[in-house]
């Protein structure tokens, strides 16, 4: 071969490692010859979308010669109405990653640079690597984002700061009186980006309302996703909140038709149906009990995560842990890429699903049980 391509990519684009999404079901089950393998592994909603998503996104589903509204119109409507806010604030997007995409592409150029916290969603550096920025990676506390530590990286240069609210893999939160002093001390001229891909699991009384500062501080973005809560992950539908101006600029860079018709119908659907919020919510809260429940009476620290996932730490590597537990049909998530080689992520499942997990568990690390 006389080209070699790879020298002709961007600078970013020539060192971007790939995000690494678990394998599906069916491609372990394959491989394994296993049945009844149990998936805790990408935060995904045991319960799936309620009844009012799946008729929305059935009857759109005959639809689908045509192409979908560019502007979401019905789902910009309907938002508006619940966050109380202007449809001239949202952008929709092919998933919040998208929309994390797009702030980014919108903003930044290779001379700024991006924030975000060690041990933060993976999305963030991609998207700053994409671009060819700089990336500050400012250190955690207690596995958390530390705004202090935030602030200091602040530069002439900084453009975007991303804070994941609560964080995942760590599940860790901000209060709401440190977000606000964090978001005071930003110059106006960079974007706060607030990664709410959590909020409906969210219980603490001192979880920020970030949506109700956007009048306060214009250079607040809120991202928000259809895919934890809703059970609409395979759908990809998420949306921003922002300023008005920041909005069209996001609007502009994002392919015309990027939320195709049938998530715009489920997402819509999804936003009426609260009782099927509440139950996916409350199926969060008891799974999440027995899970901690079990790793405190197992001896096993994990940190406390306001999320629909958990990350233990299985004092020893997690990826053989991982392994261990894969050949016995339950998937996980190993977490080294974060910097957290002996944690595990663990997506909390239906109450039998969590057994699987617990009984799995057990048996891989007991003395006896390693293979
Ligand atoms: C899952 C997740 C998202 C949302 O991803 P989608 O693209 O909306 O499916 C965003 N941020 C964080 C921190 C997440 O864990």
Redesign the pocket.
């Known amino acids: 071969m006389s080209c070699d391509f790879i020298s002709l990519a961007t600078e970013g684009v020539r060192t971007l490692k790939p995000y690494q999404p678990g394998k599906p079901v069916e491609e372990i089950e394959r491989e394994l010859g296993l049945r009844d393998v149990v998936k805790l592994a990408s ?1 995904e909603s045991p319960l799936g979308p309620g009844t009012a998503a799946r008729e929305a996104a059935a009857h759109a589903l005959e639809n689908v010669s045509r192409y979908p509204d560019g502007n979401g119109t019905v789902l910009k409507q309907t938002l508006a109405r619940k966050l109380g806010v202007g449809e001239d604030r949202l952008t929709l997007g092919n ?4 929309v994390l995409e797009l702030a980014v592409r919108a903003f930044v150029t290779p001379e700024h640079e991006v924030i975000f916290s060690e041990h933060a ?1 993976a ?1 963030y550096p991609l998207a700053t690597q994409a671009v060819s920025a700089r990336a500050v990676v400012t250190p955690a506390k207690d596995w958390g984002h530390d705004p202090e530590a935030m602030a200091k990286g602040l530069t002439d240069r900084t453009r975007v700061i991303f804070i ?1 609210n609560p ?2 893999p760590t599940g860790t939160w901000v209060d709401t009186n440190s977000l606000e002093r964090l978001i005071r001390s930003v110059p106006e001229h960079v974007i706060v980006v607030v ?1 709410e ?2 909020c409906d699991y969210v219980e603490a009384p001192d979880y920020p309302d970030c949506v109700s500062w956007l009048e306060r501080y214009p250079n607040l973005v809120v991202t928000r ?1 259809f ?2 809560a809703y059970g609409l ?1 395979g759908l ?1 539908v ?1 949306y921003a909140v922002s300023h008005p101006q920041v909005a069209d600029l996001m609007n502009r860079v994002r392919q015309p038709f990027n939320v195709n018709s049938v998530a715009l119908a489920a997402a819509a659907g999804a936003l009426e149906d609260d009782e099927h919020l509440s139950r996916s919510v409350a199926v969060n809260k008891s799974g999440m009990a027995q899970l901690t429940e079990a790793f405190d009476a197992m001896g096993l620290d994990y940190i406390p995560s306001a999320g629909n996932f958990v990350s233990v730490n299985v004092g020893r590597r997690g990826s053989q842990v991982f392994e261990a537990l894969l050949k016995r049909g339950v998937i996980v998530r190993p977490v080294d890429n974060y910097g957290m080689p002996e944690h595990l992520r663990v997506t909390v499942g239906l109450e039998q699903e969590n057994v699987r997990f617990l009984e799995a568990l057990a048996k891989v690390l007991s003395p006896r049980g390693r293979s």
Not at 95 to 98: T, V
Request: net charge neutral; charged share 20%; glycine share 10%.
């Open positions: 935060n998933g919040s990653n998208d969603f999305v994941a964080n995942n990664d891909a959590y996703t895919s934890k992950a990809r998420g």
